[in-house]
């Protein structure tokens, strides 16, 4: 490649074109002794042409002169390799130099003996010789331009002249050849020094490249060496091939160890997908925890992962970048834990209290489930405290709250919001507020014994204390976690006013609720005789075909104040005032008579063959139950094979004798008998055997999730195979979606409710439901 001086400058820097400056001054070194040796012999030759001429004299001058100008070299050759570390100095440069003018001015005037020469053959071989030299010269000195031309002129300008002037026309035209030579020599040197410099541009700027990747790969080693952080590489098969210190201390293994894992073999299957990322030509990235292959360390990491190229960018491997974030996180989880729990009970505290309120006030918007908030505080603590000193009130706390865990459910939560006050939050504390209360109260009993037992705390004598609660119960949508606390609270104060060791429920809360109990048992008396109740109904549908086949009966209260009322509220104040019976009977009496209207009047009536009507475990209980539920069949003329009695889960494993054996003579009445909410109770299959059911109603909790959980997805199943080996029909309750439906089929379920057929709704708008049917709504999607 020839470079233009322009180029040159473009790509060295100043520092660099000294450097090659000095190269040239080298080359020039190098050639220099060569030329020496050569000059002294032409310089011989020129003595032996011309002894025993008149120009013997002269020529030994020239030849004196010769030989100075060579010493002169010599000197300067010798002075340059015995110091090569200053070659640099722009001195050796000058030596050289100036050697060489001398060497050419001296050589310049042999054209001067041409004039005297006697024989033309003579004047010939000065001229060759001359033009020779020259010719060598142009060659030797074309490292440093400047210098070639300043000798090739001293070397031929006294030649040219005397030759010009010598003789005749041709020794003229031989002047003008020599001129033209001169120039010719002149370009070559320039060609050869253009070379020069473009060779030892490269040589430098390959120097430099070189230094600066040594440099780079010395930059990398180090930080390789030192990172804080773990490397490693590996290739395609996924085995590593080397690691750095900060890698085997995460690992604690040794490199040998770890040189030639093969990480297609990792047991914690985390990283995989990141490790092979490079395959894809993908960066990998992993954060979590891990356990490592060999010592089976639990860490956690975060691991990043790029892959490697060779120098025809294909991919030869993967280098992986681990941070090991174990102790951060440990003090992460600490900190959580210290902002969450006590510390000195470790028990939550307050802020996980109020979260874990907030959470069940959610479940109770949704589900109506109702939670208890209790507010405990320890009678006399200060006492204690004050009279045997803190480490004995911390012990006493410590064991009050091991105590108080020792009596709650798994999924009720202790905490202590500080000194001597604890709260206990109970959850799904069922739907009914005076279940719930009955519950909380139960549980206060508990504490109030488990806390009222002799503490040993390390002295001689037992420590003897008693506690003070107050409970809360949620009663609106729009209660906080606050408020249930300040109303518990409250109820506190009011049980320690009233001689502590007590419980005392918020009252203002109870009045209201009392007071719309009274107020709802009222209207309830005069319901049935006012025709506030109505009885709504719900299709039952075939999971298979898409038929209505049948109707729940489910009571409705058309209350003239506070509007429709659900059998949520009614059923139990109902069951406590015992207006169950009449209301229940009323229930019976006009579902059935509604069901054989439509089996008679209905044009669909032939397909509906099965009408189920909920009966509570107070009204079942009633000596004539099974007479009056005859009286009805005769008095309606329901088919008995299509009525179909629902008792709730929970009830009959509560009263289950009595309840079986009721159960069987309705059965030899041919009246089918459900079993309602299935799966909330705790029924055994073997008590499954012993009733004598007909069907089994899935409860509507295990069929909202079947789609996203799977522990009720399988539920569900186990449910439906269960039925199929006893012999029962299942009817799946709750079913809201074309989703959880078609998992029901699935599942081989026999019939459905719900509202994605629809709610329960009046009879007329039940008779227009039957007419269109299930399945021709779906055939319209
Ligand atoms: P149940 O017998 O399990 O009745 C099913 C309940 O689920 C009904 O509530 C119904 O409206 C509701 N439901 C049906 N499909 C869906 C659905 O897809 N999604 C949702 N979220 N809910 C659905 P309802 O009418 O409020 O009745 C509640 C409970 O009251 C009944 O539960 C039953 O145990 C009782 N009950 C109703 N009527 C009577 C009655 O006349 N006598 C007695 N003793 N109890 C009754
Ligand atoms: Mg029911
Ligand atoms: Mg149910």
Not at 78 to 92: A, G, H, L, M, R
Request: proline residues 2%; glycine residues 4%.
């Amino acid at each position: 490649m020839i470079f233009r001086k322009k180029d040159f400058l473009l790509q060295l820097s100043e520092e660099e074109n000294a450097h090659m400056h000095q190269e040239q001054v080298k080359i020039m070194y190098k050639q220099a002794l060569a030329s020496v040796f050569a000059l002294f012999f032409g310089a011989l030759i020129v003595v032996y042409i011309f002894a025993s001429t008149p120009l013997e004299k002269p020529v030994l001058v020239w030849l004196a002169a010769v030989s100075i100008t060579l010493i002169w070299r010599l000197w300067a050759l010798n002075s340059y390799y015995t110091y090569p570390d200053s070659y640099d100095n722009k001195i050796f440069e000058k030596r050289l130099v100036y050697a060489m003018y001398a060497s050419a001015i001296v050589w310049g005037s042999v054209a001067f003996f041409i004039f005297k020469s006697s024989s033309l053959s003579q004047q010939f071989f000065l001229i060759f010789l001359l033009t020779g030299i020259a010719s060598v010269a142009s060659g030797t000195l074309a490292s440093l331009l400047k210098v070639a031309m300043i000798f090739l002129a001293l070397l031929l300008v006294p030649l040219v002249v005397v030759i010009f002037f010598h003789g005749g026309f041709e020794f003229k035209m031989m002047g003008i050849f020599i001129v033209i030579y001169y120039l010719l020599l002149i370009s070559a040197s320039k060609r050869i020094n253009i070379n020069i410099k473009s060779a030892l541009t490269s040589k430098i700027l390959h120097e430099k490249a070189t230094k600066e990747l040594d440099l780079s790969e010395e930059h990398f080693e180090t930080i390789f060496k030192e990172a804080p952080t773990g490397i490693f590489f590996y290739n395609n098969d996924l085995i590593v091939l080397n690691s750095n210190a900060e890698m085997l201390n995460i690992l604690k293994i040794s490199q040998e160890r770890m040189v030639g894992l093969d990480l297609n073999n990792l047991p914690d299957p985390c990283l995989n997908e990141a490790v092979s990322a490079h395959q894809r030509g993908e960066k990998g990235f992993y954060e979590g925890p891990y356990t490592t292959m060999i010592n089976k360390l639990q860490l956690w990491i975060t691991l990043k992962t790029s892959p490697i190229y060779d120098a025809n960018r294909t991919i030869i491997g993967g280098v992986a970048i681990i941070n090991d974030i174990s102790e951060r996180m440990i003090v992460q989880e600490k900190m959580q834990h210290q902002a969450y729990f006590d510390a000195l009970t470790d028990i939550p505290n307050r802020l996980l209290l109020e979260d874990r309120i907030e959470q069940s006030l959610a479940q109770y918007r949704r589900h109506r489930n109702l939670l208890a908030v209790l507010f405990l505080d320890l009678d006399h603590f200060k006492s204690v405290n004050d009279s045997l000193g803190h480490h004995i009130g911390d012990t006493l706390l410590i064991e009050t709250a091991k105590r108080l865990v020792s009596v709650c459910r798994e999924g009720d939560t202790v905490a202590r919001l500080g000194g001597d006050e604890f709260v206990i939050l109970l959850n799904e504390l069922g739907t009914d507020p005076h279940l719930a209360a009955t519950r909380a109260e139960v549980v206060a009993e508990k504490i109030h014994d488990i806390l009222s037992k002799a503490f040993d705390v390390g002295l001689n004598e037992p420590i003897i204390t008693s506690s003070s609660i107050g409970i809360s119960l949620v009663s609106s949508d729009e209660h906080t976690a606050d408020d249930l606390l300040k109303f518990a609270d409250t109820a506190m104060y009011q049980a320690k006013k009233e001689g502590r060791h007590t419980t005392r429920f918020y009252q203002e809360q109870m009045d209201q609720w009392i007071k719309k109990q009274i107020f709802l048992e009222n209207g309830l008396r005069n319901a049935i005789k006012n025709g506030e109740l109505e009885v709504y109904y719900q299709p039952l549908v075939e999971v298979k075909s898409k038929n209505i086949v049948g109707a729940e009966a489910l009571l409705r209260w058309n209350h003239p104040t506070m509007g429709l009322v659900m059998p949520d509220e009614i059923i139990s104040i109902a069951e406590e005032c015992g207006l169950i019976i009449p209301i229940g009977d009323w229930v019976l009496q006009e579902a059935c008579a509604q069901f054989v209207s439509w089996k008679n009047k209905h044009s669909r009536g032939s397909e509906m063959k099965r009408l189920a009507v909920n009966v509570s475990v107070i009204q079942f209980r009633q000596n004539d139950f099974v007479s009056k539920v005859t009286d009805i069949i005769t008095q309606t003329g329901i088919e008995p094979s299509m009525l179909e009695i629902e008792l709730t889960e929970s009830v009959i494993i509560e009263k289950m004798d009595m309840i079986i054996e009721k159960m069987k003579q309705l059965k030899t009445l041919g009246i089918g008998m459900s079993m309602d909410d299935f799966g909330t109770g705790y029924s055994s299959l073997s008590s499954l055997k012993q009733l004598p059911i007909s069907t089994l109603k899935i409860d509507r909790s295990f069929i909202r999730d079947i789609i996203e959980n799977s522990d009720d997805a399988a539920l569900v199943e186990t449910i439906v195979a269960m039925a199929s080996i006893f012999k029962l029909d299942v009817i799946a309750e709750g079913v809201e979606t074309m989703d959880q439906l078609k998992f029901l089929e699935y599942f081989n379920c026999r019939y459905f409710q719900g509202y994605v057929c629809s709610k329960p709704v009046k009879v007329e708008e039940f008779e227009v439901l039957l007419e269109t049917n299930f399945i021709s709504s779906l055939e319209i999607l």
